[in-house]
């Protein structure tokens, strides 16, 4: 798996079924800042409540206006001519619960402001991720991300003045001390 973090400013997403794990979906990228098209032919009161729905399946032409779309509780077969449909596109897919249809998977997540940690086993076992972000919880306190904006703050002004790489890391790291983080 090649870890990476998409900009929600500059990625537009999908979400495209019926229940509720879609409507988790799109609170799990609401969360990150995104603002998912939803799609669903059949959207359950949860899905409803959580985003302005489409009310029916996007035809597969549709799906090349989105970088990555989500599928959730729709038919193996529906799921499947979705998703190749998007993959023919250029269009990243995960299809919930399904790892031979997913070119990515979706990790557990920490938010500590700005930061973000993440935990995934490549769909091998969700609760393997889960039990990961929950440890993840308890070693990064909310104080992580006040510290990281005052290391952000700090980084530019150091920036401004002509800092050096190994200057601005080593001023994150006394930062982070002082903070009792490291």
């Known amino acids: 798996m090649i870890p990476i973090y998409l900009n929600p400013a500059h990625v537009r997403v999908a979400v495209i079924g019926r229940g ?22 059949a959207p359950e009161a949860e899905l409803s409540a959580a985003a302005d729905v489409r009310v029916r399946l996007p035809l597969v032409e549709e799906l090349s206006a989105y970088q990555a779309v989500w599928i959730a509780e729709l038919q193996r077969a529906e799921a499947e001519a979705l998703a190749q449909g998007a993959r023919d596109a250029g269009v990243l897919v995960n299809v919930e619960d399904v790892i031979a249809l997913c070119d990515f998977h979706t990790p557990a997540v920490v938010r500590r402001g700005r930061l973000t940690l993440a935990a995934a086993t490549g769909g091998a ?27 952000s703050g700090a980084r530019a002004a150091l920036r401004e003045r002509g800092a050096s790489f190994d200057d601005l890391v080593a001023d ?6 002082r903070h009792k983080l490291v």
């Open 125 to 151: 076992s969700p609760a393997v991720a889960r039990a990961a972000r929950e440890r993840l919880e308890q070693s990064f306190p909310e104080s992580w991300g006040l510290a990281l904006d005052e290391i």
């Open 20 to 41: 509720r794990l879609a409507a988790r979906r799109v609170a799990w990228l609401q969360a990150a800042g995104a603002c998912p098209d939803v799609w669903s032919d």
């Open 172 to 177: 994150a790291r006394a930062r982070l001390a």
